[in-house]
């Protein structure tokens, strides 16, 4: 039995943190925001770099290799 469990490092993303995004619409990403509500899990919007779009998604994604590598974190005290 696989029980979820959050990541220790998803606790340490802030504004400003880079991830690249796997796959054809990859690219690198910057943490604009972090969202902590009481009733869901930790989310992050993202804003992409040198480009237009922006997304909102759970942080523990972040640490999935399938869909985003760290680039820079730490970066700014956010």
């Given amino acids: 039995m696989t029980v979820f ?3 220790p490092r998803e606790q340490d993303v802030r504004p400003g943190d880079v991830f690249r995004k ?3 619409y990859g690219g ?3 943490i604009e925001r972090v969202f902590e509500y009481p009733d869901i899990p930790r989310h ?3 804003v ?3 480009g237009g779009r922006a997304m909102t998604i759970a942080a523990a994604l972040l640490f999935d290799p399938d869909s985003f590598t760290p680039l820079s ?3 700014s005290e956010g």
């Fill in 22 to 24: 796997a796959g054809t």
């Fill in 73 to 75: 974190m730490g970066a």
């Fill in 44 to 46: 992050v919007r993202l």
């Fill in 28 to 30: 690198d990403w910057t």
């Fill in 5 to 7: 469990k959050l990541r």
């Fill in 48 to 50: 992409e770099n040198g």
